[in-house]
């Protein structure tokens, strides 16, 4: 069909096709009708045969059957009282099927419900399903899948927790051996540190570190990369304190490993005063966080079996069963000042730290009379590890916590700490932790579920002095992302998760930075098979 019209708009004339010559000329009368009008009217026109073939072809695509571009115009058209809507009902079916939950005891010993993508296209090309039968055997294949993803998540992190609270044997062994070595070698039971140095204990002119802890290994690693990179070796001391089962291993791996020219001191709780003089808060408080913990929370079975919390959240309740997080090694740390009564500033290492700098320029840094020195960990380029509030660590859905503290509020962390013991001791800290610690056990542990750091955030509120995170990387023991070339950027790095370097869980590419300090060529070290990889 072919359409003229005039210049001035006065004449319409319509040719048909097929050569036919037959005009149909339409005098327009120009009072009737305007000019302008009329070519509104033929664009509105050209409009809607544009529209006509979208439609067409979304319906093509819906899947209905095909029609011509008239009939699909006409339902396109229909009025939607008629039953037709302009939508397609086809998402809504698919929607309201995957809407409906799907509880794990209708999938169990259905044999029918595809296992892989694959098997399932196969199905759907074979069967030629409509929409609602496409619906419900996605749901059904990708709830199962949910269902196994999960289990599966659940059972990693209980090996990762029965392979991270176990002894390796290669450390037992190491134990044994020191301990026999112990009582039959006078070279292994020398005083630490010898007579004429025992007054650099408590002189403050010189650098003055804590490591607590019952793994001889990790407590070697530590303190042979805290010498190893200090430019004033003379200047150290490291007092290392640890528990009455481990103090003659330890003894004697550092009678038998001096790290001269720095001043080692090895020294086991109930050799403190302090410590042996009538009830320590710290060990009552433990006493009874475990009852309550054996008694309500029924184990690593127990919290495996629960099918309705998340699989992180699983993790974090195993983790908090750690033997490491009930140890006093982890708790002794809040009573420093009077477990050092003389000295006025320590710096406090964890076990699972590697030292690979300098920290002499700790000394320097103005703590502007706050008692810890501590790396925040709310912001970073890890925004899992560096990412920490205190609503990561407190339940704020219990009012204790809730009315008491800003659940946005940065949080830091342990690992390397610098104490004000002069500030400490003007202060409360000791005294609120315990209170706290009470409450928890009081409350069945639900102001937090993981280990010493909570209470320390509540104890330490308005303490903290905030240092560069230079001074401590975090999260080499929780995921792999961190590469092996920023890890060796860092001050201090920090294995803190299950994955520690002495365990086979340990991430290989990290595991380096702590075996360099491992003399594998040493007698224990080779007879208890203790290796690199």
Same mark, same amino acid.
């Given at each position: 069909?072919?359409?003229?019209?005039?210049?001035?708009? =006065?004449?319409?004339?319509?040719?048909?096709?097929?050569?036919?010559?037959?005009?149909?000329?339409?005098?327009?009368?120009?009072?009737?009708?305007?000019?302008?009008?009329?070519?509104?009217?033929?664009?509105?026109?050209?409009?809607?045969?544009?529209?006509?073939?979208?439609?067409?072809?979304?319906?093509?695509?819906?899947?209905?059957?095909?029609?011509?571009?008239?009939?699909?115009?006409?339902?396109?058209?229909?009025?939607?009282?008629?039953?037709?809507?302009?939508?397609?009902?086809?998402?809504?079916?698919?929607?309201?099927?995957?809407?409906?939950?799907?509880? @794990?005891?209708?999938?169990?010993?259905?044999?029918?419900?595809?296992?892989?993508?694959?098997?399932?296209?196969?199905? !759907?090309?074979?069967?030629?399903?409509?929409?609602?039968?496409?619906?419900?055997?996605?749901?059904?294949?990708?709830?199962?899948?949910?269902?196994?993803?999960?289990?599966?998540?659940?059972?990693?992190?209980?090996?990762?927790?029965?392979?991270?609270?176990?002894?390796?044997?290669?450390?037992?062994?190491?134990?044994?051996?020191?301990?026999?070595?112990?009582?039959?070698?006078?070279?292994?039971?020398?005083?630490?540190?010898?007579?004429?140095?025992?007054?650099?204990?408590?002189?403050?002119?010189?650098?003055?570190? !804590?490591?607590?802890?019952?793994?001889?290994?990790?407590?070697?690693?530590?303190?042979?990369?805290? !010498?190893?990179?200090?430019? =004033?070796?003379? @200047?150290?001391?490291?007092?290392?304190?640890?528990?009455?089962?481990?103090?003659?291993?330890?003894?004697?791996?550092?009678?038998?490993?001096?790290?001269?020219?720095?001043?080692?001191?090895?020294?086991?709780?109930?050799?403190?005063?302090?410590?042996?003089?009538?009830?320590?808060?710290?060990?009552?408080?433990?006493?009874?966080?475990?009852?309550?913990?054996?008694?309500?929370?029924?184990?690593?079975?127990?919290?495996?079996?629960?099918?309705?919390?998340?699989? =992180?959240?699983?993790?974090?309740?195993?983790?908090?069963?750690?033997?490491?997080?009930?140890?006093?090694?982890?708790?002794? =740390?809040?009573?420093?000042?009077?477990?050092?009564?003389?000295?006025?500033?320590?710096?406090?290492?964890?076990?699972?730290?590697?030292?690979?700098?300098?920290?002499?320029?700790?000394?320097?840094?103005?703590?502007?009379?706050?008692?810890?020195? &501590?790396?925040?960990?709310?912001?970073?380029?890890?925004?899992?590890?560096?990412?920490?509030?205190?609503?990561?660590?407190?339940?704020?859905?219990?009012?204790?916590?809730?009315?008491?503290?800003?659940?946005?509020?940065?949080?830091?962390?342990?690992?390397?700490?610098?104490?004000?013991?002069? &500030?400490?001791?003007?202060?409360?800290?000791?005294?609120?932790?315990?209170?706290?610690?009470?409450?928890?056990?009081?409350?069945?542990?639900?102001?937090?579920?993981?280990?010493?750091?909570?209470?320390?955030?509540?104890?330490?509120?308005?303490?903290?002095?905030?240092?560069?995170?230079?001074?401590?990387?975090?999260?080499?023991?929780?995921?792999?992302?961190?590469?092996?070339?920023?890890?060796?950027?860092?001050?201090?790095?920090?294995?803190?998760?299950?994955?520690?370097?002495?365990?086979?869980? &340990?991430?290989?590419?990290?595991?380096?930075?702590?075996?360099?300090?491992?003399?594998?060529?040493?007698?224990?070290?080779?007879?208890?098979?203790?290796?690199?990889?």
């Amino acid at each position: 069909m072919l359409l003229q019209i005039s210049p001035s708009l =006065r004449h319409v004339t319509v040719l048909p096709g097929k050569g036919l010559k037959e005009f149909i000329k339409v005098k327009v009368a120009s009072r009737r009708l305007s000019y302008r009008m009329l070519f509104y009217s033929l664009l509105f026109f050209t409009f809607l045969l544009r529209f006509v073939f979208v439609l067409t072809a979304v319906d093509n695509i819906d899947g209905e059957n095909k029609c011509s571009s008239i009939g699909c115009l006409g339902k396109k058209l229909r009025p939607k009282i008629l039953g037709r809507s302009l939508e397609s009902n086809v998402p809504e079916v698919i929607y309201g099927i995957l809407d409906q939950p799907l509880g @794990k005891d209708e999938l169990e010993q259905r044999t029918d419900i595809p296992q892989t993508l694959e098997e399932f296209m196969i199905q !759907v090309k074979e069967g030629g399903y409509d929409p609602k039968t496409f619906a419900i055997k996605l749901r059904e294949m990708v709830t199962l899948m949910e269902q196994r993803t999960r289990e599966a998540k659940v059972q990693e992190y209980l090996y990762r927790h029965v392979a991270s609270s176990s002894i390796p044997k290669q450390l037992h062994c190491l134990g044994l051996k020191l301990a026999n070595e112990h009582t039959n070698n006078a070279a292994a039971r020398l005083q630490l540190p010898s007579a004429e140095l025992v007054p650099a204990l408590v002189d403050n002119n010189y650098f003055h570190f !804590v490591l607590a802890s019952d793994n001889v290994l990790a407590a070697s690693v530590v303190a042979t990369s805290l !010498v190893r990179n200090s430019l =004033r070796p003379q @200047k150290v001391v490291l007092h290392i304190i640890t528990d009455r089962k481990t103090y003659y291993p330890m003894q004697a791996w550092f009678s038998l490993h001096p790290l001269s020219p720095a001043i080692i001191e090895v020294k086991a709780l109930h050799h403190f005063d302090w410590f042996t003089k009538g009830k320590v808060p710290v060990l009552e408080a433990m006493e009874k966080d475990q009852n309550v913990r054996s008694q309500f929370r029924g184990g690593s079975s127990a919290i495996v079996a629960n099918t309705t919390e998340k699989p =992180r959240v699983i993790a974090a309740k195993l983790q908090a069963l750690s033997p490491k997080y009930n140890s006093v090694m982890n708790h002794i =740390r809040i009573h420093l000042p009077e477990l050092f009564s003389s000295l006025n500033k320590v710096v406090f290492l964890d076990d699972d730290i590697v030292i690979q700098t300098d920290l002499s320029p700790l000394w320097d840094i103005e703590m502007n009379g706050k008692v810890n020195g &501590a790396v925040e960990t709310c912001s970073g380029e890890d925004k899992y590890v560096m990412s920490k509030r205190l609503k990561s660590y407190l339940n704020f859905s219990h009012p204790l916590i809730s009315q008491n503290f800003d659940p946005n509020e940065c949080a830091w962390a342990y690992g390397i700490n610098i104490f004000d013991l002069d &500030a400490w001791r003007k202060t409360n800290i000791s005294s609120t932790y315990h209170y706290w610690v009470e409450q928890n056990i009081k409350s069945d542990l639900s102001l937090w579920q993981l280990g010493t750091l909570p209470p320390g955030l509540i104890a330490f509120h308005g303490h903290v002095h905030t240092i560069d995170p230079f001074w401590h990387m975090l999260g080499l023991g929780y995921q792999e992302s961190t590469s092996f070339a920023d890890a060796k950027t860092a001050g201090v790095i920090h294995f803190n998760g299950r994955a520690k370097p002495w365990l086979d869980i &340990a991430f290989p590419h990290l595991r380096p930075l702590w075996t360099k300090y491992i003399d594998f060529s040493d007698y224990f070290i080779k007879s208890c098979h203790i290796k690199a990889l």
